[in-house]
């Protein structure tokens, strides 16, 4: 069965402390794995797209990487506008997708 | 900037009735999607759309649930006979493309509650 888990559940970090979140995967057919910023009461925002084992993605203080069994988001310097629930979900072969129940951060000025 | 659209923004309805999520997707955008979310869960696929058919579907989009694309901007979410259990939050989500290029935008949501 297709597993999609992230890790920690939730994290509190101090402004401008570094950390990173976890998502590992077991899927077959891979085509993609995504991560996604929620806002509460929101839909997902699209944050990166990651397709192959090696593969790295920056955007602002986030950078998101991918190895054949997960993936991780780092959050350098972070700031309270980087709290919300990121979500981390991957393609299977077709059209499906999986979500993990994502990890809350909370960042503390 | 473009964006995705859906309506109402809450519903409530009694158990056994119809109900009609509505959802315009960015306008050049190929493929559709609904997911639901129940309050304090992970997101869940329902199903996608491309070129008028369902393309893929998951366990959950049973015979309850059917889509539409009824005109050239609406993309609708029936449930039949609606049960406790359907009561959560639905995204529709789009994009440009499925593969190498595949950013889904999501909409706002309706939350569905049923009595």
């Known amino acids: 069965e297709d597993q999609v888990t992230q890790s920690p559940e939730a994290l509190r970090l101090q402004e401008g402390e570094s950390s990173s979140l976890n998502c590992s995967y077991t899927?077959?057919?891979?085509?993609?794995l995504f991560w996604y910023r929620q806002d509460p009461g929101k839909g997902p925002e699209f944050l990166f797209t990651l397709y192959s084992a090696g593969e790295e993605k920056e955007k602002e203080r986030l950078k998101a990487t991918l190895t054949k069994k997960e993936s991780f988001l780092h959050i350098t310097a972070p700031k309270p506008e980087d709290s919300a629930t990121y979500l981390c979900a991957v393609q299977v072969t077709g059209n499906q997708f999986y979500f993990g129940t994502g990890t809350s951060l909370t960042v503390i000025p | 900037e473009p964006e995705v659209t859906q309506t109402p923004s809450h519903q409530v309805t009694q158990m056994g009735q119809e109900v009609i999520l509505r959802c315009v997707p960015i306008?050049?955008?190929?493929?559709f999607y609904w997911y639901r979310q129940i309050l304090g869960q992970k997101v869940e696929f329902l199903v996608s759309?491309?070129?008028?058919?369902?393309?893929?579907k998951s366990e959950i989009f049973d015979d309850q649930f059917s889509v539409e694309r009824p005109d050239g901007s609406n993309f609708t979410l029936k449930i039949r006979s609606t049960k406790l259990e359907d009561s959560a939050m639905y995204f529709c989500?789009?994009?440009?493309?499925?593969?190498?290029?595949?950013?889904?935008?999501f909409g706002p949501g309706t939350r569905l509650t049923v009595l």
């Open positions: 759309f491309y070129n008028n058919e369902i393309s893929e």
């Open positions: 989500a789009s994009s440009e493309a499925v593969g190498d290029y595949n950013e889904q935008f």
């Open positions: 899927v077959s057919g891979l085509r993609g």
């Open positions: 306008s050049n955008h190929l493929y």
